[in-house]
């Protein structure tokens, strides 16, 4: 079956450092993958897809600067928030699809920064 | 670009008793829906995507689907606390590309 490993579970870093999260999907090519925040209040942020064959596009209020993505290969991505600051805190989620196809997440990434 | 609302924002419900769950969109061209379940310190998990207009039933989990009015619910049958959790429903943005969640809906279900 499909399922998408995302790694690091979790994370605490201080104020103004960087974190890298990374997500692997198994069993199925990737042909698109968007990274999410999950708010406290568990609302989805939508910050960038990422699709093969197209550039990487980032959702207003997020930038490549901030959130700079990898996605070398139809099974891997990477995301690195930097410069962590406490609105930044949250569960980043990778979400993975195959040609317009059920998207399947992984258990998340959750940020805290102290 | 599509819009998805989802009622009520908390639902209390007996152990074996029916939970319902609503969800709007607003894009008419929309072909295709999931729900998914969070639960508490997890990521969410697809739990039912569903294409036609009508019924479609997994177990104890029946998605229903009406396009003209835009909607689409979930309803759990014989409710179980391990369904306690949080509910989204998604829909594709016009570009389709993109994946647009309600804010959820939280279902406590009460042994």
């Known amino acids: 079956g499909a399922l998408v490993y995302q790694y690091p579970r979790r994370t605490i870093c201080k104020s103004g450092t960087s974190m890298r999260m990374e997500c692997q999907a198994v069993?199925?090519?990737?042909?698109?993958v968007a990274w999410y925040r999950q708010s406290p209040q568990k609302t989805f942020e939508l910050i960038a897809l990422s699709t093969v064959n197209s550039a990487i596009k980032y959702e207003q209020n997020f930038t490549q600067e901030k959130f700079p993505i990898s996605h070398p290969n139809l099974s891997f991505s990477s995301m690195t928030v930097l410069n962590a600051y406490l609105e930044d805190r949250g569960l980043y989620l990778c979400?993975?699809?195959?040609?317009?196809?059920?998207?399947?997440f992984g258990e998340g990434s959750k940020l805290t920064v102290l | 670009q599509q819009k998805v609302q989802q009622s009520p924002e908390s639902l209390i419900v007996p152990e074996g008793g029916m939970a319902s769950l609503n969800c709007t969109f607003s894009?008419?061209?929309?072909?295709y829906f999931w729900w998914y379940r969070q639960h508490s310190g997890e990521g969410p998990k697809a739990l039912m995507?569903?294409?036609?207009?009508g019924d479609k039933k997994e177990g104890r989990f029946t998605a229903h689907l009406n396009k003209a009015s835009l909607h689409v619910s979930l309803h759990i049958k014989d409710s179980q606390p391990s369904d306690s959790a949080l509910y989204f429903c998604a829909a594709p943005d016009t570009n389709a590309y993109k994946v647009i969640f309600g804010k959820g809906t939280h279902l406590h279900v009460l042994p």
């Open positions: 894009d008419r061209n929309s072909q």
């Open positions: 979400g993975a699809r195959r040609d317009g196809g059920q998207l399947y």
């Open positions: 995507s569903i294409f036609s207009n």
């Open positions: 069993g199925f090519q990737a042909t698109s």
